[in-house]
């Protein structure tokens, strides 16, 4: 699985766009990128995922660059719930085998009222 | 409600006493994997079961064992817990299609004395 880049933390105002970006310029064509966040010890949650195209689902919206190289999860209205870890994933989407996730640092968000 | 449940959340018991934690989801999901965390170590991969009956190792499955006789649960068993197995535990599902896309349970929480 390609190596991803976030920046250890981010703070963003209560209201705003909250956007994390992260960095796999070694990803391959077929792999993808996936977002999850955990927030305080809870269970990681899925947030998105996407190949090439933008994403949008009820949580949030994913920009792939054109290139792949980079991406960015965009939180369109951030509130005190969304303070969390984020993590950026890039991987294939099943490869048949064991389908470990490999969380790294991510970033940390917080939300400032 | 699609879920992934763990029971118990929280634990404390002493060393080399027997324990299961219990996972059970209602999503029909074939593949289920049990993760550690602990500080500074990020999540790591202890067991995972490709579907009823098929299991393997993950990262660090010492002092630990698993069982998938139905789809919907996948117990982890500590024959003999000790110290070095506090920390706190996710169970995970996912589709076969799909396992880049993982359902997160709550997360129990264990200290062994």
């Known amino acids: 699985d390609a190596k991803t880049t976030q920046p250890p933390s981010m703070d963003c105002a209560e209201g705003r766009a909250a956007n994390l970006p992260c960095n796999h310029s070694?990803?391959?064509?077929?792999?993808?990128v996936y977002w999850y966040r955990q927030i305080h010890s809870q269970g990681p949650q899925y947030i998105i995922h996407?190949?090439?195209n933008n994403e949008t689902n009820e949580m949030a919206s994913l920009i792939i660059t054109e290139d792949r190289k980079s991406s960015t999860l965009i939180l369109p209205h951030a509130t005190l719930r969304d303070t969390a870890v984020y993590y950026c994933?890039?991987?294939?989407?099943?490869?048949?085998?064991?389908?470990?996730?490999?969380f790294g640092t991510g970033t940390r968000l917080t939300i400032i009222p | 409600e699609a879920q992934v449940t763990q029971n118990p959340r929280y634990l404390i018991t002493v060393t080399g006493k027997k324990l299961t934690v219990t996972c059970s989801q209602n999503?029909?999901?074939?593949?289920m994997s049990w993760y550690r965390q602990d500080p500074g170590l990020g999540l790591r991969q202890i067991y995972y079961?490709?579907?009823?009956?098929?299991?393997d190792k993950g990262d660090v499955p010492e002092g630990y064992k698993v069982s998938r006789k139905e789809k919907r649960n996948f117990p982890l068993i500590l024959e003999s817990p000790s110290p070095n197995q506090t920390s706190l535990y996710f169970c995970?599902?996912?589709?076969?299609?799909?396992?880049?896309?993982?359902?997160f349970g709550p997360g129990t929480r264990l200290l062994v004395l």
């Open positions: 070694t990803i391959s064509g077929n792999e993808y």
């Open positions: 994933i890039v991987r294939l989407q099943s490869n048949f085998g064991n389908e470990k996730l490999t």
């Open positions: 995970a599902s996912s589709s076969r299609g799909e396992k880049g896309t993982q359902y």
């Open positions: 079961s490709m579907n009823v009956e098929v299991t």
């Open positions: 996407g190949l090439k």
């Open positions: 999503m029909n999901h074939e593949y």
